[in-house]
């Protein structure tokens, strides 16, 4: 018969299984009380209670870090629903534009040399106003109007929307050209009441 290779792990293993139950019965015996020596099965047993709690532990961290992110992550699309969509947002700041006395119609508010905008270019503004009208546009104004030193600040393009259809086709298409030429973020027709644009 072939002799099977000696498993010097399993062999130190042992040794030090004997030695450990060795020191239990010896200091339990000097100590006087009753001798608590371990056999295999209890050691086996106090092993798998080890184990058991161990992984335990592993079950309730994860779920602490999973329940966390799950609240974070629900907290993430509470908000964002509570702030609601862009054209929802945009309908929002219109209706307080029109009940404020900052605005006014962008024809007329641009024809005084001391009405200026902070960065878009005059000539572009004037050129979306027209196209606006044209289109069908209820009304177009200047929006969120700032004074300073005897000058006023137009920061925004306000262009209310009528509700025909085909009008409203031919404004969104105006609108998006105008989110490139000043930077803001596409809207679509979600039957909002505005079209909202920063020239800041």
């Known amino acids: 018969m ?5 498993n010097r792990a399993a062999l130190d293993a042992a040794a030090a299984l004997r030695l450990h139950i060795g020191r239990r019965g ?6 006087g009380v009753g001798a608590h020596i371990h056999t ?4 086996r047993k106090e092993i798998k209670k080890l184990l058991i709690g161990s992984v335990q532990v592993g079950f309730a961290l994860v779920g602490g870090c999973s329940k966390q992110h799950s609240t974070k992550k629900a907290g ?3 908000e964002e629903q509570s702030q609601g969509s862009l054209e ?3 309908d929002k700041h219109g209706e307080e ?5 900052a605005k006014a119609e962008a024809r007329q508010w641009m024809k005084q040399a001391s009405h200026i905008f902070f960065k878009a270019d005059p000539k572009d503004v004037a050129q979306y106003v027209e196209e606006f009208y044209r289109a069908g546009a209820t009304q177009v104004l200047i929006a969120d109007i700032e004074e300073h030193e005897g000058k006023q600040f137009g920061e925004a393009l306000l262009v209310v929307l009528p509700k025909e259809a085909s009008a409203r086709i031919k404004l969104f298409e105006i609108g998006s050209r105008a989110d490139t030429a000043f930077q803001n973020d596409p809207v679509s ?6 079209l909202y644009y920063s020239l800041d």
Do not use: F, L, T
């Open 2 to 6: 072939k002799r099977q290779p000696i």
């Open 189 to 194: 027709d979600k039957g909002q009441k505005y």
């Open 88 to 90: 929802a947002r945009v």
């Open 40 to 43: 295999p099965h209890a050691m």
């Open 76 to 78: 993430n699309e509470s």
């Open 97 to 101: 534009i029109m009940a404020s006395s």
């Open 26 to 31: 010896r200091g339990a015996s000097e100590r």
